[in-house]
């Protein structure tokens, strides 16, 4: 099948269900035959950001590598599916403009579920001080004003939402 | 025009003139609808790759993230191309067996001839010490034992270079 490129970056915090939504919605639209790639911005760490660290200036550069790969996939008609916290505003304003073909889709589980479910424990490393520069611990996550789709995975299973993506790539002509 | 993806990987030493045969060949395979993306060594420095220096670690990390991107646009049907001397036989080999559809194209442009010409100066700098790890003077290349395809540009003009490796692609049936 043939599709315009795009690029679908979920945002969200640590464990919100980011990377779980992104694999699903890949794996649907594989199935429709449209070429599509994941970033995943924990996995990307071992490969394009391996020297990168969490302060602000380290994570702005992750998001910014990802944000390159995606727009050059995105530009050759594939859909890039980026699944990384991207916590500053401007960084995703900065990919926005930079590519052009790009949807924002907040991922917006509560922190308090996020820390409870805590499946890495992650939440509670960073609360004993163990991990520093956490997002929504002791790192700021700056929620998106107007994304283009906010997910609530309190609210509706992971495949929901991957299809209500999925419908919204329909609606915005990316899939032909 | 359908096409099998492959990354096609320019190697030499500074200012063989691998980027210049890299632009010829990219401009030939878009004028046939092969859908093409030039990654340069020295343009990833400014984006993928702004943090890395010269040294053998940081060389082998710039080729790896390269190899990265490259390995993802080649499965997905497009022509990677990379001017990047990556001087390591090691990491090259390891780009070959990471991505599978690739194409090691020396660029053997002898370092007399690369030094005499010096356009961008900076055979000079290293030779006065002002550049540290540079390819040819004071870091090692190590030539390509056995690549797909050796350019001779004191012997042929870049164009008639890009023609051949063209041809090379056509042999090698990645054009469809």
Not at 3 to 32: D, E
Not at 127 to 135: A, P, S, V
Request: hydrophobic letters at 45%.
């Amino acid at each position: 099948m043939s599709a315009k490129g795009v690029t679908v970056w979920f945002t969200g915090l640590p464990g919100a269900g980011k990377s779980t939504v992104a694999r699903l919605l890949a794996a649907r639209l594989i199935a429709r035959g449209v070429p599509t790639e994941v970033l995943d911005g924990d996995a990307v760490r071992t490969s394009l950001s391996r020297d990168l660290g969490f302060t602000r200036r380290d994570r702005d550069s992750n998001v910014a590598r990802i944000g390159f790969v995606c727009g050059l996939l995105t530009r050759n008609g594939i859909t890039a599916i980026a699944a990384a916290v991207a916590p500053y505003a401007e960084a995703r304003a900065a990919l926005r403009a930079e590519i052009g073909d790009f949807l924002e889709i907040h991922v917006a589980t509560p922190l308090e579920v996020c820390e409870a479910r805590d499946r890495s424990g992650r939440y509670a490393a960073a609360r004993r001080g163990e991990l520093q520069n956490f997002t929504g611990v002791s790192d700021p996550y700056e929620a998106p004003a107007a994304p283009d789709l906010r997910l609530d995975l309190a609210e509706r299973s992971a495949e929901a939402c991957a299809v209500e993506v999925e419908a919204l790539l329909e609606t915005r002509g990316y899939l032909g």
